[in-house]
């Protein structure tokens, strides 16, 4: 009797289990779940991109384990739990919309030209803590470290998830950045803006006339007067770069300080799939610190924005910067520009 009415239980409780995973309410049970609070889930799980790092997870002050990948479920209208983001150990920050959006482009952060050893970066998440417990207002904060393991160290991480919604979906980070070696930033790549690429959004290329996102879109200050104490006269720009067709190598022929935060990597159609457009609003260093540039192979595109002002020589234990943004995903669409760029 003992044994059938334990039975009978453990078959209860793996219909329940059943039911949940069929409703979309449980992650995939290959994953760990590490947090369920509020509308929050966040799951531990292995990132299947070949040498994939693990991230040392903690929950509030528990040691949680190792993980490649975490990804993160947020519950809209209390029965339909959808992936939202993803952290990878190897430094990806990938944002997702509910359906029909599909996963896209990714976002990384640190990446510099070392004047020995080339291009280095992105930075690596060797440690996030998530906490107890979502604040009351649904916002998730998680504090961490990052590390190229080489010669920068991201510390003081903050990422804060905000509650999502179904066209958007926003994540703020901060850090600082520290040497952890004394290094050297090649200065070559000025006029094409490529040494210090502070936070790069990357897509894919599925042939020269499709692409995960197809357009580069900034502002830019177009135009400035000043007449003494009756103040200025400014005029802004959107100028956009469109990528097809565009041949492999650098993207913007001539890039401008940024006029506003957001940098866009675009997806103006639904086409092949429909991967969201990307968004990065740079708040410490400020828009006008920033030059864009981009990057275009044939199975990928980079955009970043760059730091041109950054020093040639760092020394070990010195700050290099302290990075504030925000990332953000939205759904394609059709993008108004002021100026198209030549092919």
Same mark, same amino acid.
């Given at each position: ?15 329940? !289990?059943?039911?949940? +995973? ?6 995939? %049970? ?17 990132? *299947? ?20 990948? @975490?990804?993160?479920?947020?519950? +809209? ?20 919309? =509910?359906? =029909? ?29 998530? *906490? ?50 004394? +290094? ?20 894919? !290329? ?19 007067? $000043? ?23 650098? !993207? ?23 991967? *969201? ?14 030059? =864009? ?9 980079? %955009? ?22 925000? +990332? ?8 108004? $520009?002021?100026? @198209?760029?030549?092919?």
């Amino acid at each position: 009797m003992w044994c059938g009415c334990k039975y009978s239980k453990i078959l209860n409780l793996l219909h329940c !289990v059943v039911l949940l +995973f069929l409703a979309g309410l449980v992650p995939a %049970l290959a994953d760990t779940n590490l947090l369920t609070s509020g509308k929050w889930v966040v799951a531990g799980g292995t990132d *299947p991109l070949e040498n994939a790092t693990a991230i040392q997870v903690g929950v509030g002050k528990t040691a949680a384990g190792e993980f490649s990948e @975490l990804k993160f479920y947020y519950n +809209f209208g209390g029965t339909n739990l959808v992936q939202v983001f993803a952290v990878t150990g190897s430094g990806t920050l990938q944002p997702a919309l =509910p359906p =029909p959006g599909e996963v896209g482009g990714a976002f990384q952060v640190g990446s510099y030209r070392d004047c020995a050893q080339g291009l280095v970066g992105p930075l690596a998440v060797t440690n996030l803590i998530l *906490p107890g417990k979502v604040k009351p207002n649904g916002v998730l904060q998680l504090t961490g470290v990052l590390a190229n393991g080489n010669s920068l160290r991201g510390d003081k991480l903050v990422l804060t998830l905000y509650p999502p919604v179904t066209n958007a979906v926003r994540v703020d980070l901060q850090c600082r950045l520290v040497a952890t070696r004394d +290094f050297c930033v090649d200065q070559t790549a000025t006029t094409e803006q490529d040494k210090f690429r502070m936070v790069t959004m990357t897509a894919g !290329v599925v042939s020269p006339t499709e692409y995960d996102n197809d357009l580069v879109r900034y502002i830019w200050l177009a135009e400035k007067d $000043c007449f003494g104490f009756y103040g200025c006269y400014t005029r802004y720009k959107s100028e956009c770069v469109s990528l097809t067709n565009q041949p492999p190598g650098y !993207v913007i022929n001539t890039p401008h300080p940024l006029g506003n935060p957001w940098l866009e990597l675009a997806h103006t159609t639904g086409a092949p799939q429909a991967t *969201p457009n990307l968004l990065v609003a740079f708040r410490s260093p400020g828009a006008g610190a920033i030059r =864009p540039q981009g990057f275009l192979t044939a199975t990928d595109i980079e %955009l970043w924005g760059n730091w041109p002002t950054v020093k040639k020589q760092y020394k070990a234990k010195q700050t290099v910067m302290r990075l504030s943004c925000s +990332f953000a995903a939205t759904p394609p669409r059709s993008i108004g $520009c002021d100026s @198209l760029q030549a092919p």
